[in-house]
């Protein structure tokens, strides 16, 4: 039903192959009504944002660099609940440096691949960590509310994922400024999802994260932060065809 309605459809540009679409339609609780709705806006999303979206070349010298500083960091397994465990250093970057927009873009690239022929996302979910050290007046200023309001939009409308908490460690009092715009865009479930840890984040990491999980640097057992950072930008660079070709993917335009 939702592959016959791509094919049909006039202006989508979508794949039709049956992982893609049982990820849409489990994150729905197979209601193929609001699959169809997740998924049309999935693929609006990177018409409108191309700059998060377009020219997705891995070995451009700016998104060497991001990755390099490893801004995204999914774990490598999954935690005792089967959810995907991201930590996100959104401070790691210098604002001088890098637009928000390839940060993002960078963010993307490796979400995508953390999905790519793995159902946990869309079964189980994904647990985030905002990792706040360094953050700064130009990081906060980054974050404009258009950049927040689409954030936000990819994360409850589009991507086929289910947040199951989104926790900000590390994070200096006035980032609670940022944190309630993103809220005034969330619904009620995400809003009672997102957490401001206080003080330290060392009690989080060893009561929240299985230490077999984390690098070494966030208390775990899982090496040094350096293989992980590695790991994901080898990754990405290897998957560059398959994320090139993925370009192909939106709404058509006149």
Not at 183 to 206: I, N, P
Request: aromatic share 10%; proline share 6%.
């Amino acid at each position: 039903m939702v592959r016959e309605w791509i094919e049909s459809h006039e202006s989508l540009r979508a794949p039709t192959d049956d992982f893609t679409i049982q990820r849409f339609l489990r994150v729905c609780k197979f209601d193929v009504e609001r699959a169809k709705k997740k998924m049309y806006n999935y693929h609006a999303q990177r018409t409108a944002s191309a700059d998060w979206f377009a020219n997705r070349d891995p070995l451009l010298p700016e998104m060497q660099n991001l990755f390099e500083l490893g801004p995204f960091l999914p774990l490598k397994d999954v935690d005792d609940d089967g959810r995907i465990v991201v930590i996100l250093r959104v401070c790691i970057h210098n604002p001088a440096q890098h637009s928000i927009a390839n940060v993002i873009k960078a963010g993307l690239m490796i979400l995508d691949l953390a999905l790519k022929d793995h159902v946990s996302a869309s079964v189980y979910g994904i647990s985030a960590i905002f990792d706040m050290t360094g953050v700064s007046l130009d990081h906060a200023l980054q974050m404009t509310p258009s950049v927040i309001k689409r954030l936000t939009h990819a994360w409850q409308g589009c991507y086929p994922l289910r947040i199951q908490s989104l926790n900000f460690v590390n994070a200096p009092v006035y980032v609670n400024l940022v944190i309630n715009i993103f809220k005034s865009f969330m619904d009620e479930k995400l809003k009672s999802r997102t957490l401001v840890h206080k003080g330290s984040s060392k009690e989080f990491f060893e009561t929240k994260v299985p230490q077999r999980l984390l690098p070494e640097e966030y208390g775990g057992s899982a090496g040094p932060l350096q293989n992980l950072i590695n790991y994901w930008k080898s990754a990405v660079e290897e998957n560059s065809p398959w994320l090139k070709s993925g370009e192909q993917y939106r709404l058509a335009t006149p």
